[in-house]
């Protein structure tokens, strides 16, 4: 019975690999600068928030919740602790801590909507991100806030690594821990659970409001996170700041096999190597001297052939 | 119409990953002919229709002549070309939309007005009157669908395959959402067809329906063709035997248990239309039975003593340590399965792994103490554990469940309960769309179960399968307890007359309003 075994499937769940390694020789070959330890290391150090947030959004896509305030729940979380330590000179860990906290509450406030009140996901989910920048707005009077005493933490580093950023580690770790959550507890198997059916999950006996409602919550400490760790990369707090992430994370996480509509997905490879397939087109592109406005072009096209990966895909596995 | 010659199909094999689906069947239909065929879940029936359907492609050698060219079937257009249409299971209408819309709705580009780009609505409709006349069957065509009955939207979706010249019709399970008024009515129709021409191809798991309509049968099992004969030629034993090979017998029930422990104990449950009033005790190791007639509330009497529904009165008590305790739904929902009605909405979850679904009744077990790590190996040794001793055909526990064919799902669902080990077990309509083989499995293992201690309430429309299954029969009709029969007192009589009682009285209450 084992004929066959290596079929389209195989293919399918490499293609991410596959995709990031092209993307890799493409750049290679396009510039001698693209495939070196400073380019590599600060692509993905800058591009931490993006890798976080993409996380994050998994979270609520795996229970069938399209989040669109992932990008502001960061940015609420980053500007609070930037207030902190600029004007009230608040002990770093402590402001960091408070950013969290502060995305970690968006996170449930979004909960109570959309799982409590049956409110439509996307829907609160945008109006929480206009309402989040409005306020950022009015406190922070529209101005940048400059943290020059963050700057240690981005130079911190390992130089037996050819300088690898200390702080990337946590992202890995991150995306470490939210892997073993899906694939190894129970937990994680709910969330797929309820995003697959969710029906079949409360008649099995899983208190599916409660699942989704902790995707949620902890959907928005990811992107408490992700803010601190923004507003550290930056060195400074601005009004545009993660604007338009929501969009960016989502096309990533399903780019990494992750389900719109539930149920399906994966921290590692899925939503961390579709964040660096985005982050390293930009980079390359940059590096080869291609226009800026081309990037989100190239990204496009590049979400249009992972959607319809993606539905072969489906279709292999539903119909064969 | 042009001469035709038979059918014939040609050592057709299909091969999906790991599965040999179909191995080198070959028959031939001819004109005017209903020809059944008949296989357990999983034979291949479906498959081969699929395949005529334009739906799957067979593997290379397989042959398909149709007037005695060979055809190749791409997709469903290629197969309604060939005057192959398909009559399917579920009835597939557009809702929203009117009978001759519906009944047209394939091919709109032909109904236009001299090439201009409005609809030429009065041919249509007259072409729609043409179709539904030739089957016996006058609705207005005007009527929007949502408002026709099941019976009548099977008749829109038949005439939609008349009027795609259709000369092949293939009826999937076609009174499996029928009323028995209705499905008189198909059968007459498809006699109709038959003296007409057609060649029309019959699936069945009904095997009186099989041997009422069909002239001939092919049956197969495991992908090959193990029997071909004309129906007049066989009898009922002899069809089984060509669909399983071997006769699984379902082991008699033995004598009723004594009445011990009361586990369950449900008063006065009373949901917002139904159920009114309800009371009854749930013993120990008791298969109970809950019967009554399509609508008289049934399964809301299950949503509702399990909380899935709003219960607006009653109590239910259960059987902790030795004594009746009230408890709320929650709490009860812990000791508690439950089989639902609906496979494919609410039964399991398509897209995972046969292990997934099995364990996902109780998680939990598999978990490490402290930080929860799921132990993968573990949970797929207890999958395979259940899919052998209820005799799951898959692959492996890793096969998507969506991969496997209804019976098997049905006992996929039925080893995720077996999983949770439950005290009582509800299950409604535990063995509907399944084979006759699947289901005396599937009774063997509720009276196993039930000697091991583990209590049954079971709802079906069968009524042979819910007397052979049950110690004892509570009768609902119009969401009320209308009767009570145990094993020895066994009768459709018995059982009806409840029924009657109650209806009996709705009707003397009218005639006293009025």
Known sequence: MKTNKFKLDNIFQYSTYIVLALIFIVFTIGSDKFLTHKNVYTTMFNGGPLILITCAVTFSLLVGVIDLSVGAMGYASGCLAGILIKNYDAPIVLAFLAGIALATFIGWINSVFIVKLKMNAMLVSMGMMLIIRAIAKIITHDKTISLFSLSFLRQAKIKALGGFPILLLVVFFIVLVCNIVLKQTPFGRKLLAVGSNETVAKNVGINTDRIKSAALIICGAICGIAGCFWVITLGSVVVTGLVSYEFLAIAAAVLGGTSLLGGRGSFYPGSFIGALILLFIASGMAIMGISPYAIPFVRGVIIFIAMYVDSLRHKAMMLA | ?514
């Open chain 2, 1 to 514: 119409m042009e001469k035709k010659s038979p059918l014939q199909l040609k050592n057709i094999s299909m091969t999906f990953p790991g599965v040999k689906a179909l191995n080198n069947v070959s028959f031939t239909a001819h004109q005017g002919e209903v020809l059944g065929l008949v296989g357990v879940n999983g034979a291949g029936k479906s498959t081969m229709m699929n395949i005529l359907g334009g739906l799957l492609q067979p593997d290379k050698g397989s042959e398909i002549i149709i007037n005695g060219e060979s055809v190749k079937i791409k997709n469903p257009r290629v197969a309604e070309d060939l005057g192959i249409a398909f009559i399917q299971q579920e009835v597939a209408a557009f809702e929203t939309m009117n009978v001759y819309e519906n009944v047209l709705a394939s091919d709109f580009d032909k109904w236009r007005k001299n090439r201009s780009p409005f609809l030429n609505k009065k041919a249509m409709k007259e072409e729609v009157r043409k179709h539904l006349a030739t089957l016996d069957c006058y609705i207005d065509v005007d009527t929007p669908t949502h408002s026709l009955t099941v019976g009548e939207k099977q008749m829109v979706q038949i005439a939609r395959a008349l009027s795609q010249g259709g000369q092949i019709l293939l009826f999937d399970e076609p009174t499996a959402s029928l009323s028995d008024h209705e499905t008189q009515k198909l059968f007459e129709i498809i006699n109709n067809l038959r003296t007409q021409g057609y060649i029309i191809f019959y699936i069945s798991h009904y095997l009186d329906e099989i041997f009422e309509m069909c002239d001939r049968v092919v049956a197969l099992r495991d992908g090959q063709k193990t029997g071909e004969a004309p129906i007049s030629e066989i009898n009922k034993e002899k069809l089984v035997d060509m669909m399983i090979g071997h006769f699984v017998e379902t082991t008699e029930r033995k004598n009723s248990r004594d009445k011990d422990d009361i586990i369950l104990r449900a008063e006065n449950i009373t949901g917002v239309k139904f159920p009114r009033n309800i009371s009854f005790d749930l013993h120990k190791g008791e298969i109970l039975g809950v019967w009554g007639l399509l609508g008289s509330g049934r399964s809301e009497l299950f949503n509702t003593l399990l909380g899935f529904d709003k219960m607006v009165e009653g109590t239910i008590s259960f059987n902790q340590n030795g004594e009746l305790c009230e408890i709320n739904h929650k709490d009860l929902y812990q000791h508690v399965g439950y089989l639902t009605e609906g496979r494919h909405h609410n039964g399991v979850f398509l897209d995972m792994t046969i292990a997934e679904n099995i364990t996902s009744s109780d998680l939990d077990r598999f978990a490490s103490k402290g930080i929860g790590i799921l132990n993968n190996r573990k949970e797929k040794e207890e999958s395979r554990k259940y899919m052998k001793q209820v005799n799951v055909k898959a692959v492996d526990e890793n096969m998507i469940v969506s991969k496997l064919s209804g019976g098997n799902q049905q006992k996929v669902i039925i080893s995720k309960w077996m999983l949770k080990d439950p005290d009582i077990l509800f299950m409604d309509e535990p063995t509907k769309g399944v084979d006759v083989g699947a289901k005396a499995e599937i009774q063997n293992l509720i009276f196993d179960r039930s000697e091991k201690g583990v209590s049954f309430v079971v709802v079906s429309s069968e009524l042979e399968e819910i007397m052979n299954l049950c110690d004892r029969i509570i009768v609902i009709a119009e969401g009320k307890l209308v009767g009570e029969v145990n094993r020895d007192d066994f009768s459709k009589e018995a059982l009806m007359a409840g029924i009657v009682k109650q209806e009996e009285k709705v009707e003397n209450e009218q005639v006293q309003v009025g």
